[in-house]
């Protein structure tokens, strides 16, 4: 069976014959990424929560004494992830490259973005077991034709040698774009319950969920609950963008 990541390579090269990469940011013809738009994507950079990386105000991390300051939703209860890692902040050119990749069929892109995925874990010294994406329902996952997240988890699992469990969570119930939740309240109600592990292989090890975007953190908590209640050792989550 040929592997995921020579399907995408050949994939792509196909798609250079017939279109001509541009930038998916700016349509600069050339690159799927230019140099422009690269040198535009913002680091998630301090101060930000030590727990989920939820970028902070200033005001929040004040207090110079707070070496790890939490955001209030961290403060107030703890999600169920050891922590949240993202590269960069959900904004320009990041979130142009992660809707064309969710909404636009421009799979080729997981490839680009799994880079920084991949630079990021090796900064952070974290070597987990398996990675799991965060998957989407069958019903979606069979209208868009694919799931991002699964992209780029095996872009990343090429890149860093880390296995993929592709049966660590089945999403059991569709939840509604998170874009309609008003809040981060209704965000965790939408999604608590929504994911089940049935694969008893987790047990003990340590598993790095992965997914384009984390807004709330509800997706990647609710992911989290059955596979700790399934005996994983650790969860911790690594997004595009937060
Ligand atoms: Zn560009
Ligand atoms: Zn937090």
Redesign the pocket.
Known sequence: MVSYGVARRAYGSLLDLVFPPQ?A??G?GGAW??A??SARFRRLEPPFCARCTQPLLLAESAAPETSAPLCARCARAPLALESISAPFLMEG?VREMVHRLKYDGWRVLAGILAKALAESLARSGQRPDVLAPVPLHLSRERERGYNQASLLAHELSNLARIPVARRALLRVRPTPPQVDAPNAAAREAAVAGAFRCNDPTMRGRSVMLVDDVCTTGATLNACAVPLLAAGVAEVRGLVVAR
Do not use: H
């Open positions: 930038c940011a700016c600069a990424l230019c422009a738009c050119p």
